[in-house]
């Protein structure tokens, strides 16, 4: 545990994984903000946060213009990672491993689903293909797609991509630029006048502050709570399998959403990815240091979906496996952004529920914009205001994951 060099800061980002750190990047990056920066973490090992237990994927197809606009802007600065940085040429150049999404449509509803999203994913500039099953085949011939009536698939800006590293450097450089980052854990706030004036940390220390961000991952809720705030973000589990097949494709696989939910993409060169959640009655909150594997559930549900969708994935090994959680949003797994309409120096940057790694770099700009000038300025976020949450208005975002 380490204690901070001051005892007042301008901005106190709580959580420095991959949205605290984005956050504090672009505060460092934005030529109008000269405010100091402490941010405290938990565990600057981050081996059990989110970041760590991504599977690290990039998406153009969502239903609503916003999130696409958010994914492209996301696209744009990996492919752009070194320039970003300032020219630094210790930056790596990134990438992104276009392989697409392949949604699947069983059904009449899903597929008119797709055709809908697809209007708006091309008028934001994605390059979305709707295709018959007689055209996934001769695409891809390795799927089952006997009771497939739609597909859907973009393969520019949407795959794997490298999110370990652009974490990496965003903290590198924001402690290069002054931002400075403590192993220690908030465990109170003072409210005084309808703004949070100080935080406790575990050690102790008192710290003053100007402006407080929420960037807590699956904990957000216990944050908000200590400034007397509800806030419908819970951990859920997510389990996540890394397999090899006896007999790999000879092509790249798409990830892969199966209408059962099961997903499922290229991991290497002979390895795949699988994901999944729990059994519907199991997807409920867990503890936030919960982290056991259902071991049954690849034997049980996601392998015979695997090998049914692609037979000849019949002879699976599962290489590697772990439980990672979603900051889930339970009113519109959505993200929850910007200042409380109260309490207005807390800062939400929350509930992402499973799509935050790709929504990092707009989101982290966009605390930045708000701490800054009070608006947003690059993208209108207010849609994801925690007005909605008080009001129970949900986002409408119809391809969630």
């Known amino acids: 545990m380490s204690a901070p060099s001051q005892s007042s800061y301008d901005v106190v980002i709580i959580g420095g994984a991959m949205m605290g750190s984005s956050a504090a990047w672009f505060l460092t990056e934005n030529p109008d903000f000269d405010g ?22 990039m998406r153009q197809q969502f239903s609503n213009e916003l999130n696409v606009r958010i994914s492209q802007f996301a696209a744009d600065f990996v492919k752009n990672l ?44 994605a390059e979305t293909q709707l295709l018959t099953a007689d055209e996934i085949k001769a695409r891809y011939p390795f799927y089952n797609v006997d009771d497939v009536l739609l597909g859907s698939i973009n393969l520019k800006d949407e795959g794997y991509w490298d999110g370990g590293t652009v974490f990496d450097w965003w903290r590198r450089s924001a402690k290069d630029r002054g931002v400075e980052y403590v192993t220690n854990r908030v465990v109170a706030m003072d409210v005084t006048d309808s703004k949070v004036t100080s935080v406790t940390l575990e050690s102790g220390d008192v710290i003053a502050c100007r402006q407080v961000v929420n960037a807590s991952g699956p904990r957000g809720a216990l944050t908000a709570k200590m400034a007397g705030i509800e806030l419908p973000v819970e951990p859920r589990k997510r389990f996540t399998w890394i397999f090899s097949a006896e007999y790999p494709l000879d092509q790249e696989l798409p990830l892969t959403i199966d209408p059962s939910g099961v997903h499922f993409r290229q991991d290497g060169p002979t390895t795949y990815l699988a994901g999944a959640p729990p059994e519907l009655e199991d997807d409920i909150a867990v503890d936030p240091n919960d982290f056991a594997m259902d071991h049954g559930r690849w034997q049980n549900h996601v392998w015979p979906i695997i090998a049914t969708r692609i037979p000849q994935f019949d002879a699976l090994k599962v290489v590697s496996e772990w439980a990672g959680h979603y900051a889930y949003n339970t009113l519109d797994q959505n993200a929850v952004l910007g200042p409380h309409p109260e309490i207005e120096n807390f800062i939400f940057l929350n509930g992402f529920s499973g799509h935050g790694l790709q929504q990092s770099p707009a989101m982290g700009r966009a605390v930045a914009e708000w701490i800054t000038y009070g608006e947003y300025r690059a993208l209108d976020m207010s849609p994801f205001g925690f007005e909605r949450i008080a009001k129970g208005q949900a986002f409408e975002e119809k391809a969630i994951i």
């Open 36 to 57: 100091s920066v402490l941010v405290v973490e938990m565990d600057s090992s981050y081996a059990n946060c989110s970041t760590a237990h991504t599977n690290s994927c």
């Open 82 to 125: 070194r320039s970003n940085m300032g020219g630094d040429t210790r930056v790596p150049e990134l990438d992104i491993q276009n392989y697409g999404y392949m949604y699947l449509a069983d059904n009449e509803g899903f597929a008119n689903t797709l055709r809908e999203n697809q209007a708006v994913q091309l008028a934001a500039g």
